[in-house]
């Protein structure tokens, strides 16, 4: 069984709102705090007192804040630029060290929804700290600035009812809770890349140890900023696709937030032949080859015939999803290329004024491949 992370104990505050806003967090908290049950009577009795505690801090919730940045006025592709002007920073990891970030931040929601071209961006800019037994990582109360991932040692996670009172300094031990406990490995604190607000638990070091950090800012930056580069070189391909170029300037970007990028190596298929139709593909760079196979009268395999290839600025996919059937070839990659996917439920959003291009398309080809 895997532990519970931290994040459903490290409570965010959230902005100013109504009595229901409150009430609905803090059962949100509740429910979290039942996750900790699991863990042991003991920590089943804590976890109550912290619940209790949590939803006393929501009566009057803190606001919020997060930095403004215009990715559009800081689009700058020089990264010697950027590093010289302490923009972005590079700290080196070994392989090892990048995988199990990487392992520790996959599962958090912020970085869900991040390419693997942004992911090693915010591992390249995640630096060291280096910690001793009994000290205070974050503090209950202090402004949020770092996220953490832990790279060795062991960290208690403690909440404190007394915490914002003159008086902490002197609260009992009865006072405070440990509610969970990382061991060797996890993260903590990913809250503070979005919002800037109190922390809502301590962690103490419980032995010496090592952590990855990342700083609010630069985790902004690094995602706002891809984000719109993303947007603008998907634009850019929509403007290659002629079958795209009825569609406005809106349905052209919420088409471009829509599409995600693969790369694929020489020879790896990227599309089976009777297989579902899940979406379609455009070409960003490289070439693909188009493989229909034939079966023998006797039902033996047949032979594989190449009809078509397809290179940057062309699209394939689209048969199957108009006429809702079955994949009718095979697609490969010819040397590494990279594919725009656009999966079945945006292109029925997004594409509706294309179809019947497409379908005459569709018509040509049959003509031209009988």
């Known amino acids: 069984m895997?532990?519970?992370?931290a994040s459903q104990y490290i409570v965010a505050k959230a902005t100013d709102s109504d009595d229901d806003d409150a009430a609905a967090a803090a059962a949100a908290v509740t429910t979290r705090t039942a996750h900790a049950r699991l863990l042991s009577p003991k920590a089943a009795s804590a976890s109550a007192r912290v619940a209790r505690q949590a939803q006393a801090q929501f009566v009057r919730r803190h606001s919020v804040a997060a930095e403004q940045y215009d990715p559009e006025g800081d689009d700058n592709d020089d990264e010697e630029a950027d590093h010289a002007a302490g923009r972005t920073a590079i700290h080196a990891k070994t392989e090892a060290q990048r995988t199990r970030i990487r392992d520790a931040v996959s599962p958090i929601f912020i970085f869900?929804?991040?390419?693997?071209?942004?992911?090693?961006?915010?591992?390249d800019a995640m630096f060291e700290r280096r910690v001793d037994a009994g000290d205070d990582v974050i503090r209950q109360g202090d402004d949020g600035d770092n996220f953490y991932v832990i790279e060795s040692g062991v960290y208690d996670v403690i909440f404190s009812a007394a915490?914002?009172?003159?008086e902490e300094e002197d609260?009992?031990?009865?006072?405070?809770?440990v509610v969970h406990r990382f061991e060797e490995r996890g993260s903590f604190g990913e809250m503070a890349l979005m919002y800037n607000v109190?922390?809502?638990?301590?962690?103490?070091a419980v032995t010496s140890g090592t952590l990855w950090a990342m700083d609010r800012?630069?985790?902004?930056?690094?995602?706002?900023?891809?984000?719109?580069?993303?947007?603008?070189?998907?634009?850019?391909?929509?403007?290659t696709v002629p079958m795209l170029r009825s569609i406005d300037a809106y349905e052209r970007m919420n088409l471009a937030d829509a599409l995600t990028s693969s790369v694929f190596r020489d020879g790896e298929r990227i599309i089976r032949q009777g297989a579902d139709?899940?979406?379609?593909?455009?070409?960003e760079e490289g070439e693909v080859r188009i493989v229909i196979a034939t079966t023998a009268r006797d039902g033996a395999a047949g032979r594989e015939t190449e009809v078509a290839r397809m290179k940057t600025g062309m699209y394939f996919g689209e048969m199957a999803l108009v006429e809702n059937s079955p994949r009718s070839a095979s697609v490969f990659a010819v040397g590494t290329t990279k594919v725009a996917f656009l999966e079945r439920t945006s292109f029925e959003r997004l594409l509706g004024p294309c179809v019947?291009?497409?379908?005459r398309d569709i018509d040509v080809y049959r003509k031209n491949n009988p």
């Open 217 to 239: 800012k630069s985790f902004r930056r690094i995602v706002l900023r891809s984000a719109y580069r993303k947007r603008k070189r998907y634009e850019a391909l929509i403007d």
């Open 112 to 123: 869900r929804s991040l390419d693997a071209d942004q992911i090693n961006d915010v591992i």
């Open 2 to 5: 895997t532990d519970p992370p």
């Open 277 to 283: 139709a899940d979406g379609m593909y455009f070409v």
């Open 171 to 177: 609260a009992s031990a009865e006072a405070k809770t």
């Open 198 to 204: 109190p922390r809502s638990a301590t962690v103490t």
């Open 356 to 359: 019947d291009v497409m379908k």
């Open 163 to 166: 915490a914002g009172k003159e």
